[in-house]
């Protein structure tokens, strides 16, 4: 059974640094398609950072751009988003999400399989 646990969220000021982890298990880390999203109240959920586990290429939304990264340890199956620079706009509640890398595509738009719960962060200025 997939199970996705995101942890690191909290409250920050704006020009603060936040690390959140997603804890992988019940599948293969090393050949899947993960992500972070976010959804704010009244938003459309947004795909922030992407990463092929297996080859480690990583993208990016223009929105975090040079502020946030996204890594993983293998060894760990766990992912990690960094957030630095983080603005009172980056408040939202933080999904983990995987996918197989062959559907990549799909996930990358927010068709994911699967999902944690998310992680609440909160910026305020």
């Known amino acids: 059974q997939v199970q996705l646990v995101e942890s690191g969220g909290g409250s920050v000021q704006a020009g603060g640094s936040l690390r959140l982890s997603c804890a992988a298990s019940?599948?293969?880390?090393?050949?899947?398609?993960m992500g972070w999203f976010r959804q704010a109240p009244g938003k459309e959920r947004e795909g922030v950072a992407f990463?092929?586990?297996?080859?480690?290429?990583?993208y990016y939304a223009d929105s975090v751009k040079d502020r946030f990264t996204i890594s993983q340890d293998n060894a760990k199956d766990t992912l990690y988003l960094q957030m630095n620079s983080l603005k009172p706009e980056d408040t939202a509640m933080y999904y983990c999400?995987?996918?197989?890398?062959?559907?990549?595509?799909?996930?990358?738009?927010?068709?994911?399989?699967?999902w944690g719960r998310g992680t609440q962060v909160t910026v305020s200025s």
């Open positions: 019940g599948f293969t880390y090393s050949s899947y398609y």
């Open positions: 999400a995987a996918d197989e890398t062959r559907l990549w595509r799909e996930c990358k738009l927010g068709d994911c399989n699967y």
């Open positions: 990463l092929f586990t297996a080859r480690g290429t990583t």
